[in-house]
């Protein structure tokens, strides 16, 4: 059971700040590449900040909150197949 999604919506929803959020307590992090508004790579790298900024933060919180409540009965209902 596979879905294939696009960065953007991964990044959209949230996903890729919370993962990057927890690779950044380990120095790492999910870097995407975007030209022209596509990405045109993705790959994981070494990084020296760590965290984000609380505006980015507060965003992230919402965006994945966002993406939970939308999607809670699916989610759910996989959990369980």
């Known amino acids: 059971m ?3 999604k696009t960065w953007q ?14 690779l950044h307590t380990f120095g790492w992090a999910i870097v995407i590449q975007v030209k022209d508004g596509i990405a045109v790579s993705a790959f994981p790298a070494r ?4 965290g984000f900024a609380e ?13 939970m409540m939308e999607n809670a009965e699916e989610l759910e ?5």
């Open 9 to 22: 919506e991964f990044k959209e929803c949230g996903m890729l700040w919370w993962i990057n959020m927890i």
């Open 47 to 50: 990084v020296k900040f760590r």
């Open 2 to 4: 596979i879905k294939e």
């Open 77 to 81: 209902k996989e959990s369980k197949q």
């Open 55 to 67: 505006e980015q933060t507060v965003k992230g919180y919402i965006d994945v909150s966002t993406y």
